[in-house]
C-alpha cells in the first residue's frame, strides 16, 4: 500500500515537473519575443533619433538659407528705393527741361513772329 502511495506520489511530481518544464519553456520563449522586441525598438529609436537630427541639420541649413534671402531682399529693395529717388529726381528735371524748352520755343516763335513783322512793315 505504501508502494502504490509512493507511486502515485511519484507520477504527481512528474506531472508537476512537465508542467512546470511547458511553463519554464514559455517563458523562455516569451523572454527571447521580448529582448527580441526590444533590440527592434531600440534599432527603431536609433534611426529616429538620426533622422531627427538629420532633419534638424536640414532645418538649420534652410533657416539659413531663409536669413541670407531676407537679407538680399532688403538689400534689393534699399537699392529699389535709391533707384526710384534718382528717377523721380530725373523724371523731375526732364520735367523742368520739357518746360524750358516749350518756354523757349515759345519765346522764339514769338521773336520769329515779330522779326517778320517788323520786316514786313
Known amino acids: 500500500k505504501a508502494m502504490i502511495k509512493m507511486e502515485t506520489r511519484i507520477r504527481e511530481l512528474e506531472?508537476?515537473?512537465?508542467?512546470?518544464?511547458?511553463r519554464n519553456g514559455d517563458i523562455c520563449k516569451n523572454l527571447r519575443k521580448s529582448?527580441?522586441?526590444i533590440k527592434e525598438?531600440?534599432?527603431?529609436?536609433?534611426?529616429?533619433?538620426?533622422?531627427?537630427?538629420?532633419?534638424q541639420a536640414l532645418i538649420d541649413q534652410l533657416q539659413g538659407k531663409?536669413?541670407?534671402?531676407?537679407k538680399q531682399i532688403?538689400?534689393?529693395?534699399?537699392?529699389?528705393a535709391l533707384n526710384l529717388a534718382k528717377?523721380?529726381?530725373?523724371a523731375g528735371a526732364l520735367g523742368d527741361a520739357s518746360a524750358d524748352a516749350d518756354a523757349s520755343e515759345?519765346?522764339?516763335a514769338m521773336r520769329k513772329a515779330r522779326a517778320r513783322s517788323a520786316s514786313l512793315v
Open 41 to 55: 525598438l531600440t534599432f527603431a529609436s536609433d534611426e529616429d533619433k538620426k533622422n531627427h537630427e538629420r532633419m
Open 15 to 22: 506531472s508537476e515537473l512537465d508542467a512546470e518544464c511547458r
Open 35 to 37: 529582448e527580441r522586441s
Open 87 to 90: 528717377y523721380r529726381k530725373v
Open 66 to 70: 531663409v536669413k541670407s534671402y531676407k
Open 106 to 108: 515759345q519765346a522764339a
Open 74 to 80: 532688403e538689400e534689393a529693395e534699399e537699392i529699389a
